[in-house]
């Protein structure tokens, strides 16, 4: 991905190392730890629920800001698990999954000559995102293998042209989650400088152990100057029917819904029933879905660093960084462009999630968001593939 143009021209589109990596998975018969998405559907009620909205006729356009029962949950949802009030009429936007609401936050926060911060290693879409805006995205690195934010090189990397900072938490690919005292010095700055602060919340239930997921848009000062982005998708297991929100003041919402209505205007009426039902659920449902991820988590890690990976134990999401360094690995692309046939597994190079992904990186990620004896079999086959004598 050179850094000539602001993004590829159409027809020489890079296809992304996921698409790569699943083809390969596929070629190979291999066992999927690389692309996030869970083997398993959401609750059986909520696919129901979502049958039967079709069957009720729940099938046309939905209103451009989704429909008034979703937003209500969202906003209970919001004031269960934050204590934060979005407005259901003007404060909520539903969006084709976190994707749409961050390519629609980007074009209209964001223009030409912009820049727009984000924290790498980081996902893909935000480059391209920013790209597409006409922004430039500046990377602040988060140093392996503790991946903590360093506010002071924050701070250092806001210019005049800095517009937006794009915040992760949890984040993918570490799993860092960050902590009270980083989110307070990225809210602090923001008010100082006087930028807007787009957060991506993808992973909000998936925290494990003592740590906490706080919302950027809780801190003092910064509700009037955040776009909060979340999704349902892994939260409920159904990453394909891509239902997303994001939620704000009414004056950054009303950015974002211009831009959204001329992507997809809308979509998805009777996905948006369901997750309805799916965000009113009890905390039962997200304290055992936390719990069944801590268990693979638990799993995944000692299995990994048992085999001899360097592993960075992950705080929240579904993913897993380690080092291959001990393999002797440099390149993590060259890594699992090779352990497909070497081994039967497929994983994602850490590279991929930084702003020059042809500089080698030793790093790479695992998926927990498979049955344990998907993880168990990852595991032998890892054993197996890379022990082997040469
Ligand atoms: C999966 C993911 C998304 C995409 O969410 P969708 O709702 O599927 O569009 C966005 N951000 C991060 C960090 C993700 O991991």
């Known amino acids: 991905m050179g850094g000539s143009g602001p993004m590829n021209a159409p027809g020489q589109a890079r ?24 083997d398993e559907s959401g609750p059986d009620h909520i696919i129901e629920a979502a049958a039967l909205a079709m069957r009720d006729g729940h099938n046309q356009y939905p209103p451009l800001a989704g429909i008034p029962q979703l937003r209500q949950a969202i906003a209970d949802h919001q004031r269960r698990f934050y204590g934060l009030e979005p407005d259901t ?16 936050a980007m074009l209209a926060l964001a223009g030409p000559g912009d ?14 995102c920013a790209a597409m805006a006409g922004a ?18 924050l701070r250092a990397a ?16 570490t799993g ?21 602060v787009v957060t991506d919340e993808v992973y909000e239930h998936l925290v494990f ?34 239902i997303g929100w994001a939620s704000g003041p009414a004056d950054l919402i009303a950015r974002v819904k211009a831009v959204k209505q001329f992507l997809s205007f809308a979509s998805g009426t009777p996905f948006q029933y369901a997750i309805t039902e799916a965000l009113n659920t009890g905390d039962d449902y997200y304290r055992d879905y936390v719990a069944g991820y801590r268990e693979r988590r638990d799993f995944l890690v000692a299995g990994l660093a048992d085999l001899g990976f360097t592993v960075t134990e992950p705080q929240g999401t579904y993913f897993v960084t380690t080092s291959a360094a001990p393999f002797g690995a440099k390149d993590g692309m060259e890594f699992c462009l090779d352990l497909p046939e070497r081994c039967g597994v497929v994983a994602i190079p850490n590279q991929a999630f930084y ?12 998926t927990f968001c498979k049955p344990l004896p998907v993880l168990q079999e990852g595991l032998d086959r890892l054993r197996r593939g890379l022990h082997r004598a040469t």
């Open 136 to 153: 430039t995205l500046v990377p602040v690195r988060l140093e392996a293998p503790a991946y903590r934010l360093d506010a002071e090189r």
């Open 15 to 38: 296809t992304t190392v996921f698409t790569q990596m699943s083809a390969l998975a596929m070629r190979h018969n291999a066992i999927n730890l690389g692309q996030g998405f869970p």
């Open 158 to 173: 806001v210019g005049p042209r800095t517009r937006v900072l794009l915040i992760n938490s949890p984040h993918n690919p």
């Open 89 to 104: 009429e003007d404060g909520i936007v539903v969006t084709a999954g976190a994707s749409e609401a961050t390519a629609a």
């Open 209 to 242: 152990d003592d740590h906490r997921h706080r919302p950027l848009a809780s801190f003092p000062g910064m509700w009037d100057r955040t776009v909060t982005i979340s999704s349902a998708g892994k939260t409920f297991s159904v990453t394909g029917w891509k």
């Open 176 to 196: 860092t989650v960050l902590e009270e005292t980083e989110l307070a010095a990225i809210a602090e700055l923001a008010v100082e400088r006087d930028l807007i």
């Open 115 to 128: 820049e727009v911060i984000a924290l790498e290693p980081y996902y893909d879409a935000y480059k391209a």
């Open 355 to 366: 702003a020059d992904p042809d500089a080698p990186r030793p790093e790479v990620r695992f």
